[in-house]
């Protein structure tokens, strides 16, 4: 058993050492590491070696991303609504995003694939490559524990949520109320200023005030629409002067 054991070391190793040499992140138990790149195709196809896939990881890694981007966004968002919050949630942790994360790291070159899955291009499979990034969290968090989970997603992930990436889930006129509100700087107002067009196809046009002082005109098809409109403008007009 230890030769085995030995032997897929001095096969996997190797790249697994520059995986985290160039992450900067160094496992104590390189196995676990191992483990949450391990498909359940490579494990059928080895049966007469100790592998492990990586299936339960994948399940932890679930939910550690879950509290730590919970946790995040808690703190970012000291106004947001729950429903607003698992929204934002949602798309961070769905399987699109998860996807993103792992391929900007090259997660795929690193998955140990059995030689079906490989040649029908599992490598790239989404589905796998979001479970890969799971699987990867929880490693992570059973080896290095939840502060380094929350420095690793510090420097993979939040980045993006800062610069906006999931902006498109989020409601904008909470953004700007939660801006204004931390700055201290006043009252956000919002006025129709037109309406035009026929019934079956009405266009709003909302201007959105801070103190009498115009931030942003936006156009919508719906008094809601417009108002989201003028207050996106609004935010990008206020953090341009941050």
Known sequence: MKRINKDRGNKFTPKFKAFQERLGVHFHNESLLIQAFTHSSYVNEHRKKPHEDNERLEFLGDAVLELTISQFLFKKFPIMSEGELTKMRAAIVCEPSLVTFANELNFGELVLLGKGEEMTGGRERPALLADVFEAFIGALYL????????????????????????????????????LVQRDGTGIIEYKVLQEKGPAHSREFISRVSLNGEELGTGTGRSKKEAEQHAAEIALKKLKSKQ
Request: glycine share 6%.
């Open 143 to 178: 080896d290095k524990g939840l502060e380094v989970v929350n420095q690793f997603l510090d420097e993979t992930v939040i980045p993006k949520i800062n610069a906006g990436a999931f902006s498109h889930v989020m409601d904008y006129k909470s953004q700007l109320q939660e």
